[in-house]
T-cell receptor, first 113, second 110 residues
């Protein structure tokens, strides 16, 4: 069966510090991979998605970036965090069609202080 | 800007009642529709999905889709306190990933 691992579970970072969140998927090949963010009291916001290695689509231009160095690895990064970057970051995978159901990891709760 | 709208609630129902959750979407081209459940502090989990007009049943859950009116609903029969959560509606859009509504909070009282 497929599993998705996301870490760390919680993170407290000062403003201006860098960020790296990692997500890996097991049990499937060539998945679509996604990063969403859920700010307090708000809905899920699509940040990035990837349909293959090195292929990244950005939905919201901001100080975040994403990379997919391997088929089942997805990384979310920032060079300098802002207070507004606080939120619940969720990695997800799906089958190869963009209309496939998403399956989420356990999420990373990021607090920027 | 394509949107998915949900009443934020809270929707309060007594144990054993039917809970009805609604979602409307703006993109007429949307073809696939999903319901997720999210407990406080946890990640969303898929409940069910529906692609065609009409009803789809899975245990105590029924999803209803009306593409002409651009709404999708989720019925939960015999509601239990463990169903208390936020329910997220998600819709596909051409060329991009799922777009989510902000969710409806359901509270089931025993």
């Amino acid at each position: 069966s497929q599993t998705i691992h996301q870490w760390p579970a919680t993170l407290v970072q000062p403003v201006g510090s860098p960020l790296s969140l990692e997500c890996t998927v097991e049990g499937t090949s060539n998945p679509n991979l996604y990063w969403y963010r859920q700010a307090a009291g708000r809905g899920l916001q699509l940040l990035f998605y990837s349909v293959g290695i090195g292929q990244i689509s950005s939905e919201v231009p901001q100080n975040l970036s994403a990379s997919r160095p391997q088929d089942r690895q997805f990384i979310l990064s920032s060079k300098k965090l802002l207070l507004s970057d606080s939120g619940f970051y969720l990695c997800a995978w799906s089958g190869s069609r963009l209309d496939s159901p998403l399956h989420f990891g356990n999420g990373t709760r990021l607090t920027v202080t | 800007q394509k949107e998915v709208e949900q009443n934020s609630g809270p929707l309060s129902v007594p144990e054993g009642a039917i809970a009805s959750l609604n979602c409307t979407y703006s993109d007429r081209g949307s073809q696939s529709f999903f319901w997720y459940r999210q407990y406080s502090g946890k990640s969303p989990e898929l409940i069910m999905f529906i692609y065609s007009n009409g009803d789809k049943e899975d245990g105590r859950f029924t999803a209803q889709l009306n593409k002409a009116s651009q709404y999708v609903s989720l019925l939960i029969r015999d509601s239990q306190p463990s169903d208390s959560a936020t329910y997220l509606c998600a819709v596909t859009q051409a060329g991009t990933a799922l777009i989510f509504g902000k969710g409806t909070t359901l509270s089931v009282s025993s």
